[in-house]
């Protein structure tokens, strides 16, 4: 059980960005998580994090173990929320926000699943793809992509990585040319998502941890993703969408991927709640199944 509580304090750290702020949420002091991370380290003949006065960050070794860790605890979480299932029906409301499409394709499924298996659960669903106000907005629960902005008031967990794709029908690559580079999007006519009134450029992984940000040319700009799909695959241009989006039109070849080489893009998705110091059990089991089956609906 020590060795459990040392993990538990370890991805408390890492998730937090520091000691301090893991000592504020577990309710023990810096000291406390500092020792109980360096037993962690001892027992384990690996240095987790990297030390300074101030901050802590992970090492590679720390990154390696922590997800594995996450994976575990998941894994602990799912099997006491199913042994308190069985215990006490789950039931209540519980309210969400989500991203539209992504909502729609990827979490309504494991939704659907839960109402099936607890009938007198019940949600109340907002598909937005705007960053509500959880506590303003009476919301127990959203679910974000992308970097987060810090909120002390706000509990976060990861639950999945969302990897992009570019990709075109077939009929735009014979008449065009498929690009090899990503220097080679700049001379081929773009899909471009919009947001906000602003086109968002394509990101890719480079050397050394870096990015490269390129908005190729464009005649249709959109704020749909699936609308943007339609238009790769009726040959309108080269898109980059999220690889659950198109998934499905790739295995019946409307469209292909291209720049297969080149490294994916991969976001953060999220699960965000406000701070509380007891979690319900309804609000528990669906943050475990969300952690436990979206990412295999993302790949």
């Not at 007198?120 to 974000?144: H, K, Q, T």
Request: proline share 5%.
């Amino acid at each position: 059980m020590n060795d459990l509580n040392g993990v538990s304090v370890f991805v408390e750290a890492a998730d937090a960005g520091g000691f301090s702020a893991a000592a504020e949420r577990l309710n023990l002091s810096r000291s406390a998580v500092g020792k109980t991370v360096a037993k962690l380290e001892q027992r384990l003949g690996v240095r987790l994090f990297h030390r300074t006065t101030r901050t802590q960050s992970l090492t590679e070794e720390g990154l390696l173990f922590y997800e594995n860790c996450l994976r575990a605890l998941s894994e602990i979480r799912a099997g006491e929320a199913l042994l308190e299932s069985g215990k006490r029906e789950i039931q209540g409301r519980l309210r969400l926000s989500m991203p539209v499409h992504f909502g729609r394709l990827c979490v309504m499924p494991l939704l659907s699943e839960l109402l099936g298996q607890h009938p007198r659960l019940e949600f109340d669903l907002n598909f937005s793809d705007r960053n509500v106000d959880l506590v303003e907005d009476g919301f127990d629960l959203a679910i974000r992509t992308g970097p987060l902005r810090g909120d002390p008031d706000l509990m976060t967990r990861k639950i999945a990585d969302q990897r992009m794709t570019v990709c075109a029908s077939p009929a735009y690559i014979a008449a065009n040319g498929e690009p090899r580079t990503i220097d080679d999007l700049l001379a081929r006519q773009a899909i471009l998502y919009r947001r906000s009134g602003q086109p968002l450029a394509w990101t890719f992984p480079v050397k050394s941890g870096q990015t490269r940000t390129v908005t190729p040319p464009a005649r249709l700009r959109l704020d749909d993703l699936t609308s943007i799909a339609d238009a790769a695959a009726d040959g309108f241009g080269i898109a980059w969408l999220p690889c659950w989006l198109v998934n499905e039109r790739i295995a019946s070849g409307s469209l292909v991927r291209v720049l297969s080489e080149a490294p994916a893009l991969s976001y953060g998705t999220y699960v965000v709640w406000p701070k509380t110091q007891y979690m319900p059990s309804k609000l528990r089991l669906l943050i475990d199944t969300l952690a436990a089956r979206l990412p295999a609906m993302m790949e």
